[in-house]
Each structure stands twice: as structure tokens, then as C-alpha cells.
């Protein structure tokens, strides 16, 4: 905690912080996509097979400028903070008790770096993807989404497994993580899908498919920002706290 009240120069929840940088790439995926359907309509729904589509894949909108612009300030002013929460995963689910009957108690701390690095590789996957845009070098793009989907899927996975071994006896806990147990699967629900959607259009070239495989990449995104942001749930009393190093410290 911080000696010298005088000392504290900013204090935020993290609740508050969480809200916020969620809120980013919601807004530059909602800027990206409304921008490109009303303005650059047939660049961004056009496919190989020229058939008819009437949504732009996430790859096709963040490619195009300006709302590529947009989406990029928004994902670079998000990942720090990301990278940050990082370790606040580390701190937390290695205080947490865990029921020691469970199966997968004596691998706790395997999964916990598990989780940590996966929300690394996520966050790292989507700067990169977003900063290299399918236009420039497509084989890098598609190797930053592989990373990215890679890392929230073990992220959002191991997290809900924790939180089945971990003991959390408030009916506001359970409700938690019964809410990310419910995005995790819908995330990977639209994920199945999306492959599923993006393999049909490319081999049958038939009207509309690829417009199911956006939507369902659309959700594959927003399930993962409501994710991560009811994981910002589980540090209620945590907060941001910047204090003058001359006049105070940090314990």
C-alpha cells in the first residue's frame, strides 16, 4: 500500500480501467464494419468467387483506411493495459484456495502459467493482425489470427477450468463464472462454425455462405471481449495507483 496519503497522485479501480479498455475494441470493430458496409461496400465484401455477400469479413474491414486507422489506435491503446492484467491473472489465481479432492488440483500452477501465457499470445496475436492487415502480407495475418484464437482459446478455457477447482463460495462468484463458462462456449461454438462456414465458401462458391462465416466471426470477437470483460469481475477491490517516488512508496 502506499505510505503518505500526499503521496498518491491517481487512483482508478480496475473494474473501472477493465470497462474502458473493453470497450475499445468494441468501438473500433463497430467503426471498422459500419464504415465499410457504407462506404467501401464492394471492396470489402468482394470474395474470389464473386458471388453475393453482404458482410465484410473482421480481415476485410481493418484492412481498409480509414477505419483501419480507427481500429488500430484502438487495439494499440488497449494492449498495454492487457499486458498488465497479464500479471494480474499470475498474482490472483495463484492466491486463490483450491479444493484439493478436485482431479487437476496437483497441476494447478501449470495451468495457471498456462493461462498467463495464453493471454499473452492473444493479446500479441491481435496487435499483430491488426497492424498487419491481410492486404499486406497475408501469410503473416493469417498467422497472427492462428496465434491470437490459439491464445484465447487456452486462456478462456484454463480460466473456467480454474474456476471450477477453485473455492468460491458467493453467489456473485458462481454467477461469474457461470457467465464466462457461457461466452467461452459460445466463442467457440462460432469458432467451429466460422471454420466450418469459411472451408464451405471457398470450396462451393455459393451465394451468402460467407456472410454467415463474418457473422460468426463477429461473435468469436465480441464473445471474447465479454469474456474478459467479466473477468474484470474477479479483482473488485484491486485498483490502478500512481504515487510520486520522492515523496511516498509502494509496499
Not at 484464437?149 to 456473485?172: P, W
Not at 457461470?178 to 467461452?184: E, P, R
Amino acid at each position: 500500500m502506499a505510505e503518505m496519503g500526499s503521496s498518491v497522485i491517481f487512483v482508478t479501480p480496475l473494474l473501472r480501467i477493465s470497462k474502458f479498455v473493453t470497450s475499445l475494441p468494441f468501438f473500433g470493430l463497430t467503426i471498422a464494419v459500419l464504415w465499410s458496409l457504407l462506404f467501401d461496400f464492394e471492396r470489402s465484401t468482394a470474395t474470389h468467387c464473386h458471388v453475393a455477400n453482404f458482410l465484410p469479413s473482421v480481415s476485410a474491414a481493418i484492412a481498409l483506411t480509414p477505419q483501419a486507422y480507427v481500429w488500430r489506435i484502438c487495439i494499440a491503446l488497449h494492449a498495454a493495459p492487457r499486458y498488465i492484467v497479464t500479471c494480474l491473472y499470475w498474482i490472483f489465481h495463484s492466491k486463490q484456495s483450491v479444493d484439493e479432492t478436485k482431479l487437476l488440483f496437483p497441476f494447478k500452477k501449470y495451468l495457471v502459467a498456462l493461462l498467463c501465457l495464453g493471454n499473452f499470445l492473444e493479446v500479441s496475436g491481435l496487435i499483430g493482425l491488426s497492424f498487419i492487415s491481410s492486404r499486406e502480407s497475408h501469410f503473416i495475418h493469417i498467422m497472427c489470427f492462428v496465434l491470437f484464437i490459439v491464445g484465447e482459446l487456452v486462456c478462456m478455457i484454463l480460466t473456467c477450468v480454474l474456476n471450477s477447482i477453485q473455492n468460491k463460495d458467493s453467489i456473485e462468484d458462481k454467477r461469474n463464472a457461470s457467465l464466462k463458462f457461457k461466452a467461452v462456449l459460445i466463442n467457440i461454438i462460432s469458432f467451429v462454425s466460422f471454420v466450418y462456414l469459411f472451408f464451405r465458401h471457398n470450396s462451393y462458391c455459393e451465394p451468402g455462405v460467407y456472410t454467415l462465416a463474418a457473422l460468426c466471426e463477429y461473435v468469436v470477437i465480441v464473445s471474447n471481449m465479454a469474456f474478459h470483460y467479466l473477468v474484470a469481475y474477479d479483482f473488485p477491490d484491486h485498483a490502478f495507483l500512481f504515487c510520486d517516488s520522492n515523496t511516498g512508496k509502494i509496499m
